[in-house]
């Protein structure tokens, strides 16, 4: 384990593509799982995708996980439980709100959700809620490292760093959202970008294809090395951030400031998903999907290798 020899008991409430790839993600650091999901055939289905990535260096210990008959019997005994259930909020407070009364007192419950804030999806818990929080993964999960950690308002210092300490014990890089916003943090920074990348389709500025080159072969390279602000400070040489604030910063308010508001209607719909069909053509998704993945093992291992990157 990264940070730290403790075996903890953890319970996944959900094992669809997010609960599986965090079920991997725990039982791979060293402990133990009971995982829950009411869907049928949800056991199988699960076994057999942990099966699948038992080629890797850092494959899953089958023999770590249970399945639970229903939520009160998974997180009975667990020390942190991470909830993977619909999207839907009424659904999500029913879950959390059954989990916070079976769960142990001193358990800490954190959703998966990718929009709701911990004290919406909290409403409903009277077994201290404010051990609730926001556990929120990307896509590919099991191979992402970032986490997104959303406290409510209320919640106890101990509770946070617990969350924080966890996920990195399974090699996440885990950051700390200090408020409740739509979307948390990455999903807002990624529709900025969406927005921008959605007005130049829709004006005919550019083509989807040539926004995606635009991204994945020029800043995108950089950004998987460093963030954009640490990048922007290296861009200002020996002034570094406070050179390029004070010289570059005024024409990049007017790029800003003209950025576009776009309403996805269907027109543009059409547009986008026309522009992916045209983009993919020919080519094997499953195939991209499998060099993906494949691309970000390597490139993950290889920022490991450079110690002074943040």
Do not use: C
């Not at 133990?32 to 890797?56: C, H, I, K, M, W």
């Not at 390029?244 to 508001?261: N, S």
């Amino acid at each position: 384990m990264s940070e730290t020899a403790e075996s903890l008991h953890i319970a996944v409430i959900g094992t669809g593509v997010i609960g599986a790839a965090w079920v991997s993600g725990f039982l791979a650091a060293g402990h133990t799982v009971t995982a829950f999901d009411p869907a049928p055939g949800a056991e199988n289905r699960l076994r057999s995708q942990l099966t699948d990535r038992t080629a890797s260096a850092s494959a899953p210990q089958t023999d770590q996980i249970r399945f639970a008959s229903d939520i009160a019997d998974a997180v009975a005994d667990a020390d942190f439980i991470q909830e993977n259930g619909p999207e839907r909020l009424e659904v999500k407070q029913s879950m959390l709100a059954d989990i916070a009364e079976a769960a142990p007192p001193n358990a800490i419950i954190a959703s998966s959700t990718s929009g709701f804030a911990p004290s919406e999806i909290a409403a409903r818990t009277r077994n201290k809620p404010e051990r609730i929080v926001v556990g929120h993964p990307f896509n590919p999960a099991h191979l992402v490292p970032l986490v997104e950690v959303v406290p409510t308002p209320n919640a106890p210092t101990e509770v946070v760093e617990r969350a924080l300490e966890i996920y990195r014990s399974i090699g996440k890089k885990p950051i700390l959202v200090r408020a409740e916003l739509p979307g948390h943090v990455v999903n807002r920074l990624q529709a900025a970008l969406w927005q921008e990348a959605y007005s130049l389709v829709n004006r005919g500025v550019v083509s989807v294809a040539d926004i995606d080159t635009a991204i994945s072969y020029g800043p995108g390279l950089r950004w998987a090395v460093l963030g954009p602000l640490a990048l922007q400070h290296l861009s200002g040489g020996e002034g570094g951030m406070q050179h390029v604030l004070d010289h570059l910063g005024p024409p990049q308010e007017v790029w800003m400031h003209d950025l576009e508001q776009v309403h996805l209607d269907d027109q543009l719909k059409d547009k986008l998903v026309a522009g992916v069909d045209a983009e993919l053509f020919g080519r094997d998704e499953k195939r991209i999907a499998a060099q993906r993945d494949s691309m970000l093992r390597d490139i993950i291992e290889l920022k490991k290798r450079y110690e002074e990157l943040p």
